[in-house]
C-alpha cells in the first residue's frame, strides 16, 4: 500500500510540530484522516483494559488504543508510525490471553484486533468454500475466535482439524504461536493446516502471502510472535466435520507405562489401526474430592481413584477422543476397542463419554463459566509451557512432577503432559521444537490468588533452573525471556534467520514490544 507524498508531507509538518507534546493529547489536532484520528482512544477505562492480560502478573499502560475498522486502518496506521518521525511501539491484541504482557505496549499503542469482528464494515469475515483446487478451506479474520469459525464451518459441514484446547481465542494470536492441542501429533499444529494470510508488515505494507507468494513473510508470520507482522486474514484448512465423540480417560499409577502408551497411540503403528485416534492428551491428577457429580469419574469409582492419588501421590491420566458420524456410529467401539486393547492403564479404570463434536472441542469453555461465576477466572496464571525432548521425559518427571510439585504439594492447577511428533511442524516457520522426532509438551498451569502468584513463579524459577542444570533442553511455548541472549538461546540456529526477517519486514522493530525480544533494555 502506497500513500500520496502530499500525505506523507502534511503527517509529517504536523508530528514536527507537535514533537514536544505528548503524542496522545495532541492527537486530535494531527492532520490524519477524521475516519482514522476518531478510532484512537486514551479514555482510562480504555487504558485500563488494555494495561493487561490473562495472566493478570505483567501492568504496561499503553498511552492510546486504536480500534480499526478494515484492514486498511491497520496498514495505515502502522505506515504512519513506520515513515514519520515519532516512533510508537504497537502490539495487536485480540483476546489478551497472553500471561506474561506478550499482547501489551508499555508507552505505546495497542490495537484493538476485536473492533474488526464488531465493526458493521469489516462484513463476513468467515467465508467457507467447500470446493476449490486447495480442497476445502475458510478465509477467516485475524480477529476471529475459533469458537465462531467452528460454528460457521460446521453449517457446511466441514471444521478444520487442529484445535487449541481453549476456543475463545483469536486466529491471529494462535497463529503467531502455534496452535497446539491434542490432535498436534495427527494433523501437526494449527500453523501447519494454513494455505494463505494477509499480512500487514511493521512497514504498514499489506500484502498476501503463502508458501509460492512471498513464502519469507508466510513463514515467518506463522509461529512469529507478532514480531513481523499483523494477520489480518488466514486461509485454514478444513476437512468434513463428525458428529459426535468417544472421549476416554484411562488411569496410570506408572510415568512409563504411561508414557509408552501415549508413544504407541501417536505412532505409525498406532495410527494405522482403525484409521487412528484424533486426540490424545495427558494429564496429572492429583487430588480428587469425594463425592463429585461433576466429575468425569462416575460417583462408584471416585473413592478407589482418591485412594491411588492419595498412596501414589499422582495419578496419570491419558486422556484420548475418537470421532464419528452416523456412517460410523455402528463401528466406533469396536475400533476404539482395538486401538486400546494392548494399553496398560490400572485394570477397571477406563473411562467412556460420549459427547457432540463440539461439547468436546468446547470442553475448557464449560470449566470457564463455572470459574467465572465463583470469580475464579480473572485471577493471576503464572503459567509455564515447555517442549521436552522424548529422551529426557522420565527425567523431567523426576525431578519437577516428583522433585517438585509433589513434593511441594502443590494442587492448585492443570498439568498436561502428551507427546507430538517434528515432522508434523514445517521447519520454514518461525517456531521451535526440540531437535527430536519426538516431543512432549507440559503445561504447568498453575492456579493462583494476587496474594500469592509469585510464589508460583518460584516454582516456575526452580523448574527451568533443574531442566539448565540437569541438561534438558527445553524449548518454551508461549515464551517469555527477560534477556535478548534467552532469546537467541531460545531460537538457537533460526536466530539468523529471525533476525533477518525482522530486517525486511519490520526494520524499526514496531510490533509486539510486550513479547521484549527487541525491547529489553528500554527504559520508561
Known amino acids: ?15 514536527l510540530s507537535l514533537h514536544n507534546a505528548p503524542f496522545w493529547a495532541a492527537a486530535d489536532n494531527l492532520s490524519l484522516p477524521a475516519s482514522l484520528a476518531g478510532k484512537l482512544r486514551d479514555d482510562p477505562q480504555t487504558i485500563s483494559l488494555a494495561s493487561t492480560d490473562y495472566g493478570r502478573i505483567i501492568q504496561e499502560n499503553p498511552i492510546g488504543v486504536f480500534f480499526p475498522v478494515t484492514g486498511n486502518d491497520i496498514a495505515f496506521f502502522i505506515w504512519v508510525m513506520y515513515a514519520g518521525p515519532i516512533r510508537l511501539d504497537i502490539a495487536a ?34 467465508v467457507v468454500k467447500t470446493t476449490s483446487s486447495l480442497g476445502p478451506y475458510a478465509d477467516v479474520g485475524g480477529e476471529q ?8 464451518t460446521m453449517r457446511k459441514g466441514f471444521s478444520p482439524v487442529s484445535w487449541t484446547d481453549y476456543l475463545h481465542i483469536t486466529v491471529g494470536g494462535t497463529l503467531s504461536n502455534a496452535g497446539i492441542s491434542g490432535q498436534t501429533f495427527r494433523f501437526g499444529p494449527q500453523i501447519s493446516n494454513v494455505y494463505e494470510l494477509d499480512v500487514v508488515t511493521g512497514k504498514g505494507e499489506s500484502l498476501t502471502c503463502s508458501p509460492t507468494t512471498n513464502p519469507e513473510l508466510f513463514y515467518a508470520v506463522l509461529g512469529g510472535l507478532g514480531q513481523f507482522g499483523v494477520i489480518t486474514r488466514a486461509r485454514i484448512a478444513l476437512a468434513p466435520t463428525p458428529t459426535r465423540v468417544k472421549w476416554v480417560r484411562m488411569l496410570y499409577t506408572n510415568f512409563s507405562a504411561f508414557t509408552s502408551d501415549q508413544e504407541l497411540l501417536i505412532s505409525n503403528k498406532g495410527n494405522e489401526k482403525s484409521n487412528g485416534l484424533n486426540f490424545v492428551e495427558g494429564l496429572l491428577l492429583l487430588q480428587l474430592h469425594t463425592p463429585d457429580n461433576s466429575s468425569f469419574y462416575p460417583l462408584a469409582d471416585q473413592p478407589k481413584i482418591a485412594s491411588l492419588v492419595s498412596q501414589y501421590g499422582i495419578v496419570y491420566v491419558l486422556e484420548v477422543v475418537k470421532y464419528y458420524d452416523q456412517h460410523s456410529a455402528s463401528s466406533v467401539d469396536q475400533e476404539l476397542n482395538e486401538l486400546l486393547g494392548e494399553l496398560k492403564f490400572e485394570e477397571g479404570l477406563k473411562f467412556v463419554r460420549d459427547a457432540s463434536y463440539e461439547q468436546f472441542l468446547d470442553r475448557v469453555h464449560t470449566d470457564e463459566v463455572a470459574l467465572r461465576s465463583l470469580g475464579l477466572w480473572d485471577v493471576p496464571h503464572p503459567w509455564l509451557n515447555l517442549f521436552i525432548p522424548k529422551s529426557r521425559i522420565a527425567d523431567f518427571e523426576l525431578g519437577v512432577f516428583r522433585g517438585i510439585i509433589q513434593k511441594r504439594n502443590i494442587t492448585s492447577g492443570v498439568f498436561l503432559v502428551y507427546p507430538m511428533l517434528k515432522n508434523k511442524w514445517d521447519e520454514r516457520t518461525s517456531a521451535v521444537i526440540p531437535d527430536e522426532d519426538m516431543f512432549y509438551t507440559a ?30 533442553k527445553v524449548k518454551q511455548y508461549l515464551p517469555h525471556y527477560e534477556t535478548q541472549q534467552d532469546w ?19 526494520p524499526k522493530k514496531l510490533l509486539s514490544p510486550g513479547q521484549k525480544i527487541f525491547s529489553t533494555s528500554k527504559t520508561p
Not at 448 to 472: M, P, R, V, Y
Not at 488 to 506: E, I, Q, S, V, Y
Open 145 to 152: 475466535l475459533w469458537i465462531d469459525v467452528l460454528h460457521e
Open 1 to 15: 500500500m502506497v500513500f500520496p507524498n502530499l500525505f506523507l508531507l502534511i503527517i509529517f509538518t504536523s508530528f
Open 488 to 506: 537467541m538461546n531460545h531460537f538457537g540456529r533460526k536466530w539468523p534467520t529471525f533476525l533477518r526477517r525482522k530486517a525486511m519486514f519490520d
Open 93 to 126: 491484541r485480540g483476546q489478551g490471553h497472553s500471561v506474561r504482557g506478550q499482547a501489551l505496549a508499555r508507552n505505546g499503542v495497542v490495537m484493538n484486533m476485536t473492533s474488526l469482528a464488531n465493526s458493521r464494515q469489516g462484513g463476513g469475515r468467515i
Open 443 to 472: 503445561g504447568i498451569l498453575f492456579s493462583s490468588g494476587f496474594k500469592d502468584w509469585e510464589t508460583f513463579e518460584g516454582h516456575n524459577k526452580d523448574i527451568l533452573k533443574f531442566c539448565a542444570e540437569a541438561g534438558i
